[in-house]
């Protein structure tokens, strides 16, 4: 296994959890190769020779321009917004000028973040104390930009009470042509914000997988970290004004970065409540009249293993006590839960994972979850209301929404499926939980919201868009909100 700051033999990477793997490379680099030894010798006998080097000061930073512009909600999103950029080499001050209008007014610092393998610096500016449904201009800038570089967009913080909203859905991007088509029909979509659930640029190939899923080509089982600032450039035009909210996927388990493989996506990407570099890849808040709630199914997932059980009690506890207020909540009338792994899809080349069933399913019947996203599968699939995997009119949909751009996974085994266990034995089952599946290309899930009107409940109305088609409603469903 070849990562961004050394190798794993393959013999022993095939075991290793992601601590393992992060413990073998801190090790591996702490101890210096025969090379390194003669050429450090090499390099002391030089200075002891010319005598001291003299220091220069770095290169004038006027020419670098901000890149990979990008906006998430903080952990009250009718109050706080963070917005994030990079550049290809320090900078002096950067900065985030914001305000209601082009005077701006106000000065945010940023706090900068470094990637171990790459010399792209990261940098993210939290802003609090806005207005609830407001729009905020905002401009990016350090000490000795050139005007020309600076760049400018704008923000809406989340509104105080209910109204309506749109919302884009979909997992599995990557970065290339059709990931780039479905980030331009989030645009038209026009939505409030975006929730991905999870492998957001694929930068690591092999996402913790020990083997190629069947149907996949080969690994090559090399990381190559410069496709997150191509990912970051591609959803640019979307993401500078649109806050994504973002899980972690098996592709985020980078080998190499932290001991969770976690240290590149969270130094670029921030999550509500977690903080810049924060360490929780789990995360809930309110938008008008729906809770997101985001998980992290690699702590959970029986197929793919190197972070099983890395939260202990802690995730689980967290949600059972987040659903329990959130349904208690008189303000919310859906709740979304997005993670990466799927509970319920019949494709083959995943399937569904028995993990998230075992672990969260029970709270999802208990705390009555109204819809479920996940992405893993690159396919579509939506099921019947389900409690306790049976059909049930008040029971949780559960959606497929993995045509994010990444390459399609076509094959599907319904109406037969099958689900891996705790043993990691792929187990058959029947498919009676499938109600509309999408075999085609890629596709998005767009979701309008209602709130509730005079004698009228609250609903939200749902439909997946194929990329490829002219008429590209390929489902359509629409929630009520429960009495």
């Not at 601590?19 to 025969?34: C, G, K, N, T």
């Not at 088509?181 to 694929?202: H, K, Q, R, W």
């Not at 939506?382 to 949780?396: I, V």
């Not at 029947?430 to 009107?453: I, K, N």
Request: net charge negative; with cysteine.
């Amino acid at each position: 296994m070849r990562t961004a700051i050394g190798d794993i033999p393959d013999r022993l990477f095939r075991d290793m959890t992601m601590a393992d793997a992060w413990e073998y490379l801190r090790a591996q680099r702490a101890r210096p190769s025969r090379r390194q030894f003669l050429k450090g010798l090499g390099a002391a006998s030089a200075v002891a020779t010319v005598g001291p080097i003299l220091w220069r000061q770095p290169a004038f930073a006027a020419g670098v321009a901000p890149a990979g512009v990008h906006i998430a909600f903080g952990a009250d999103p009718t109050g706080q917004m963070t917005v994030s950029w990079s550049t290809p080499q320090s900078v002096t001050n950067p900065r985030l000028l914001v305000g209601p209008d082009t005077t701006y007014g106000a000065s945010v610092p940023a706090v900068t973040e470094t990637v171990g393998g790459v010399s792209t610096l990261y940098h993210h500016a939290p802003v609090t104390g806005l207005s609830p449904g407001a729009t905020y201009q905002y401009k990016v800038v350090h000490d000795t930009i050139d005007p020309a570089n600076e760049a400018t967009g704008s923000f809406t913080t989340a509104p105080a009470g209910a109204g309506p909203f749109t919302f884009a859905a979909m997992g599995d991007m990557g970065a290339n042509a059709d990931a780039a088509s479905i980030t331009a029909m989030i645009g038209t979509a026009n939505p409030d914000l975006v929730f991905m659930v999870g492998d957001l640029c694929y930068a690591d190939r092999l996402g913790g997988a020990v083997n190629p899923p069947p149907g996949v080509g080969p690994f090559p089982g090399v990381q190559d970290l410069k496709i997150w600032d191509s990912w970051l450039s591609q959803i640019e035009p979307v993401a500078k004004t649109t806050p994504w909210m973002v899980t972690a996927g098996n592709h985020e388990m980078e080998i190499g970065q932290g001991p969770l493989g976690y240290d590149g996506f969270l130094s670029r990407m921030v999550l509500p409540g977690a903080g810049v570099s924060g360490t929780t890849t789990w995360w809930a808040q309110r938008y008008a009249n729906v809770a997101f709630v985001a998980l992290d199914a690699n702590d959970v997932s029986y197929e793919i293993t190197r972070n099983q059980g890395y939260a202990g009690t802690a995730q689980d506890a967290w949600l059972a006590a987040t659903l329990a207020a959130l349904r208690a909540d008189p303000a919310v009338d859906f709740i979304v839960v997005g993670f990466h792994h799927c509970a319920y899809c019949s494709n083959s080349v995943h399937g569904s994972d028995g993990g998230v069933r075992d672990a969260w399913e029970a709270l999802f019947d208990q705390h009555q979850v109204d819809l479920v996203i996940n992405g893993h599968n690159h396919s579509y699939e939506r099921t019947h209301p389900l409690k306790a995997g049976e059909h049930d009119p008040a029971g949780t949909v559960y959606v497929t929404a993995g045509g994010g751009g990444q390459a399609p996974y076509p094959s599907t085994l319904h109406p037969v499926s099958y689900v891996t266990n705790e043993l990691g034995v792929r187990v058959p089952e029947l498919a009676e939980w499938s109600a509309a599946r999408y075999l085609g290309d890629h596709s998005l899930l767009v979701a309008d919201v209602f709130p509730a009107t005079g004698s009228t409940a609250a609903r939200m109305e749902l439909r997946a868009l194929a990329e490829d088609l002219p008429h590209n409603v390929v489902d359509a469903f629409t929630l009520t909100a429960r009495a």
